[in-house]
């Protein structure tokens, strides 16, 4: 299959609309106060997003209130939410959307594109293999319905979430946020923009979705998406890191001279644009295979992950050290930025994790 990597005019459009979007609505002040407060999220930034732009389900279909776009226009809103570290629950309810649409949820669907948060009821750090799961016993109550019982922790978006898609004895159930027997506890997450809670279940309410091998590959497809997308936020996170580093360089003068004429560091941010680059195509890469169906999907996004993940990371921890001591202040963007890249690095699965995913679907001797 032959994939264009190119942005089109469209998704050009859609960038400078949300870039200037966030520029009004999420700068870096509002950004601190949100992680600084209780809230999960930036409930009004969300709502712009979800109910006023309809950002949050473009691809979502067009019968059911969303945009009927892909994947590709997906991944090019989560660039700019990276760059700007944007304290929302787009990711995890862009993926849940993945896994409504491939199992045909039309009514759950219709809420999420009606601005209703969703998340997957999975550890952060599970990926596309499904290995780790959460091991929730499902019962049955007196007239019928299912009944789960169990724990998961370090779910994402999932305080904030209205739907739970929970993974349970080889089936998936919705349940509902408000349900009886259904706890969230807040748990410290390294990212404040992106905050975590675990789940406790006695009893719970469900309804079920799917089963079996419809489940499995509901599931799966989600996971493999949510890889893809999550590398483009990472693209996005190295690209401010990048470029306020540079500009910060050219301003900074240290023995009379700008601290970016200094040729060790010249260096260091050539190597990391080069890296940059690398990142961006295979983002790009992830995201037109999932868009477009490509039967190599899971390997893109596999190879998308094992390098944006440690480049976000390398971009962001570059970024703190050449700004010097403001880079270590609570007063920069600097350590949000860090922070994001840090835990986002272990979300749908390690690098390392990836990598050994490559090595099999590639069918690679080990070393």
């Known amino acids: 299959m032959t994939l264009d990597l190119r942005y089109t005019e469209e998704q050009e459009a859609l960038r400078d609309s949300v870039r200037a979007m966030l520029t009004d609505h999420a700068p870096w002040a509002r950004v601190?106060?949100?992680?600084?407060?209780?809230?999960?999220?930036?409930?009004?930034?969300?709502?712009?997003?979800?109910?006023?732009?309809?950002?949050?389900?473009l691809a979502v279909p067009e019968h059911?209130?969303?945009?009927?776009?892909?994947?590709?226009?997906?991944?090019?809103?989560?660039?700019?939410?990276?760059?700007?570290?944007?304290?929302?629950?787009?990711?995890?309810?862009?993926?849940?959307?993945?896994?409504?649409?491939?199992l045909g949820e039309s009514d759950l669907l219709r809420e999420l594109a009606a601005g209703e948060v969703m998340a997957l009821a999975l550890p952060f750090d599970v990926g596309p293999t499904g290995s780790g799961l959460p091991g929730v016993e499902v019962s049955t109550a007196p007239d019928g319905s299912p009944l789960l019982n169990g724990t998961v922790s370090s779910v994402a978006d999932g305080l904030r979430a209205r739907?739970?898609?929970m993974p349970a004895g080889g089936a998936l159930f919705a349940v509902e946020a408000d349900a009886a027997g259904l706890t969230?506890?807040?748990?410290?997450?390294?990212?404040?923009?992106?905050?975590?809670?675990?789940?406790?279940?006695?009893?719970?309410?469900a309804r079920l979705l799917a089963a079996g091998d419809r489940a499995a590959a509901a599931l799966d497809a989600a996971l493999v998406a949510g890889a893809a997308l999550l590398a483009s936020e990472q693209l996005g996170l190295a690209q401010w890191c990048l470029d306020t580093t540079v500009e910060h360089l050219k301003t900074r003068y240290q023995f009379g001279r700008p601290v970016g004429s200094f040729q060790a560091l010249k260096h260091r941010l050539a190597d990391l644009w080069v890296e940059l680059v690398q990142a961006r195509a295979v983002a790009r890469h992830a995201a037109a295979s999932v868009?477009?169906?490509?039967?190599?999907?899971?390997?893109?996004?596999?190879?998308?992950?094992?390098?944006?993940?440690?480049?976000?990371?390398?971009?962001?921890?570059?970024c703190v050290q050449m700004h010097g001591?403001?880079?270590?202040?609570?007063e920069h963007p600097a350590h949000l930025y860090l922070k994001r890249a840090k835990s986002a690095a272990v979300a749908y699965g390690t690098a390392a994790h990836h990598r050994a995913a490559l090595a099999t679907l590639a069918n690679l001797a080990p070393a």
């Open 32 to 57: 601190l106060k949100v992680a600084e407060s209780p809230e999960p999220d930036d409930a009004d930034l969300w709502r712009l997003l979800s109910v006023e732009t309809g950002l949050a389900a």
């Open 291 to 318: 868009a477009q169906g490509d039967p190599d999907a899971r390997l893109a996004a596999a190879l998308a992950q094992a390098h944006c993940g440690p480049v976000a990371v390398r971009a962001a921890e570059e």
């Open 64 to 102: 059911l209130g969303g945009a009927g776009a892909t994947v590709a226009e997906t991944a090019v809103v989560l660039e700019e939410l990276g760059r700007a570290v944007a304290p929302v629950p787009y990711l995890g309810t862009t993926v849940a959307a993945q896994l409504l649409v491939h």
């Open 325 to 330: 001591g403001i880079g270590f202040t609570w």
């Open 184 to 205: 969230r506890t807040p748990v410290v997450s390294l990212d404040e923009t992106r905050p975590l809670c675990d789940l406790a279940m006695w009893n719970a309410p």
């Open 163 to 165: 739907v739970l898609l």
